[in-house]
């Protein structure tokens, strides 16, 4: 499996209660924006690291805290699997890899 950190910044007007600005505070793996932004960060890494033919998809989220700044910071610890696509003459068919790298 590969681990990523991530780190995203998103501009939102979102309420975010009472949480001091600056700083990192625990968010639930799986609320809906935390699941929204590991998908754009995991798309964005396929995106650049398109020579790798390989794709990666998330097999699960082992940590999530967000940082009020001028927007939202996202801190993700994503735990990574990645595809391996077999085609034939009329489809093609990706299962998750089961050597998949750890970093």
Do not use: F
């Given at each position: 499996m590969l681990a990523l950190c991530l780190l995203l910044y998103a501009a939102s007007s979102a309420d975010t209660g009472r949480m001091m600005t600056g700083q990192p505070h625990d968010v639930p793996v799986d609320s809906s924006a935390v699941l929204a932004a590991a998908r754009f960060a995991v798309s964005e890494f396929n995106r650049d690291n398109a020579e790798n033919r390989l794709?990666?998809?998330i097999v699960n989220i082992t940590s999530a805290k967000i940082q009020v700044v001028a927007?939202?910071?996202?801190?993700?610890?994503?735990?990574?699997?990645?595809?391996?696509?077999?085609?034939?003459?009329?489809?093609?068919?990706?299962?998750?890899?089961?050597?998949?790298?750890?970093?």
């Open positions: 794709v990666y998809e927007g939202i910071n996202y801190i993700l610890e994503v735990r990574l699997g990645s595809k391996v696509c077999k085609r034939n003459e009329t489809s093609h068919t990706c299962e998750l890899h089961s050597d998949s790298k750890a970093s």
